[in-house]
């Protein structure tokens, strides 16, 4: 370990194989399309996003060493079109005299800009190259098309509280890269503490665990102990003062406080949630789909102002944010309430799903034909005073209705031309 002091401990943790990576078995878990892919060798270019800490850039690496590529490496943040061009050219000379694949891992793709991004796309196309990005963001609307479409895409979702005890336990017990060397009594509380307050980012739990054993001395019995406080400062918050089954209950409490027009006690449940120690960001992201799935078109500028708090909880953060966080919450309870957003989406999502006789009316297809079956006969609704009656639906859902207004708030003033026509 001592030439490896000055390495992190997450990199020196960073899994190697298949069978040393945890989380995302909806990825590569058994039979699964990765899975068989790298199995069979026939990997192509991929696109890995999703919460920091989830193993996106570590399963790139793992792929290209298991393909027995040649690896090169970029940071999006600091490359340009020179380093891409340069990588292009070494992999059609490895390709040519070697037979040997290229992969590019590209760390933050979504920060390449369009020149960049094009720059490689002739080299994806004809195969002299192979990309794997991984990104933070949704590339769907963060990257330019041309990569995207030439790319498989997969969504890597935050480690679950068991598999980040796991990395916690090797890294304790690896004597090689991990702090095995070093007589460590870690308290399961501190343990269960940091799986659960990382947020399921595998490199803030070993990030803080490196610090907790630094800046930890020994004790008389020559161990370093480490115990949930001394987690809690490492990871620069508060020791949560309720347990995880606790910390589901307030959270249920709070969101069926604001469904129930409850301000006094949905303002209650969110700062008992806050001095507990729970990021305020949850709090956030809560109000935003409850201002669709429980207030909807009764009250539209509650999706506004709960965007708005969690923009301010981001920007602004704590403890100035809570203001912002409380009006979001009282403005949520006093709306008017209304579910009809949610009942349509489900709706529509079950005829997506199951209706498969969904021909699009031929007047709405893509092409300029005037034939009698109906063919170019749409009529621009602008040409009409901006509304005029016509099919939209495949002819099996022409009946069918999916957003339907309450009679609260400003949605019982809402004249639906389709929903009048049909009811």
């Not at 945890?22 to 199995?39: D, F, W, Y």
């Not at 192509?44 to 989830?54: A, C, R």
């Not at 590019?104 to 369009?114: A, P, T, V």
């Not at 969904?358 to 040409?383: A, E, F, M, Q």
Request: charged share 25%; with cysteine; hydrophobic share 35%.
């Amino acid at each position: 370990m001592n030439n490896l002091v000055r390495i992190p401990l997450a990199e020196r943790m960073r899994a190697k194989t298949l069978d040393e990576f945890v989380g995302q078995e909806h990825i590569i878990g058994k039979n699964k399309l990765l899975t068989r892919a790298i199995q069979t060798g026939n990997v192509g270019s991929l696109i890995f996003y999703g919460p920091p800490g989830t193993g996106k850039t570590t399963l790139a690496g793992i792929i290209a060493k298991m393909l027995d590529a040649n690896i090169e490496k970029l940071n999006a943040v600091s490359s340009g079109v020179a380093e891409a061009k340069a990588i292009i050219e070494r992999a059609r000379t490895t390709k040519a005299m070697f037979n040997k694949d290229t992969y590019l891992l590209l760390d933050e793709c979504h920060r390449w800009n369009k020149a960049q991004s094009d720059c490689v796309l002739q080299a994806i196309e004809e195969g002299s190259i192979y990309f794997i990005g991984s990104t933070t963001e949704n590339p769907y609307t963060s990257m330019t098309r041309a990569i995207v479409s030439r790319c498989s895409v997969f969504e890597f979702k935050k480690i679950t509280e068991k598999d980040v005890l796991k990395v916690i336990n090797r890294a304790l017990t690896d004597k090689e890269n991990g702090l095995g060397e070093i007589n460590i009594k870690m308290d399961d509380e501190a343990k269960n503490y940091l799986a659960f307050a990382c947020n399921g980012d595998v490199r803030t739990a070993l990030n803080a665990l490196e610090l907790a054993v630094k800046s930890t001395k020994l004790s008389k019995d020559k161990f370093v102990h480490i115990d949930k406080v001394t987690m809690s400062e490492c990871l620069n918050k508060r020791p949560l003062s309720i347990d995880e089954s606790t910390y589901y209950d307030y959270l249920s409490a709070f969101c069926k406080s604001l469904r129930g027009s409850d301000t006094e006690a949905a303002l209650y449940y969110s700062q008992r949630l806050i001095k507990a120690g729970i990021d305020p960001l949850i709090i956030a992201r809560r109000m935003i789909a409850h201002a669709s799935e429980d207030i909807g078109m009764a009250d539209s500028n509650a999706l506004l102002i709960a965007c708005c708090a969690m923009f301010a909880v981001e920007k602004l953060g704590p403890p100035e944010c809570y203001l912002n966080l409380s009006h979001a919450i009282i403005y949520l309870c006093e709306a008017e309430k209304s579910n009809s957003v949610l009942n349509a989406m489900h709706m529509a999502m079950d005829d997506a799903e199951n209706e498969r006789e969904d021909i699009v009316p031929n007047h709405l297809k893509n092409h300029p034909s005037t034939n009698k079956d109906g063919h170019g006969k749409y009529k621009y609704p602008h040409d009409y005073g901006g509304y005029v009656a016509q099919q939209y639906m495949p002819d099996k859902l022409k009946d069918r209705v999916y957003y339907k207004p309450s009679q609260n708030g400003r949605e019982k003033n809402l004249i639906r031309k389709k929903y009048s026509k049909n009811n």
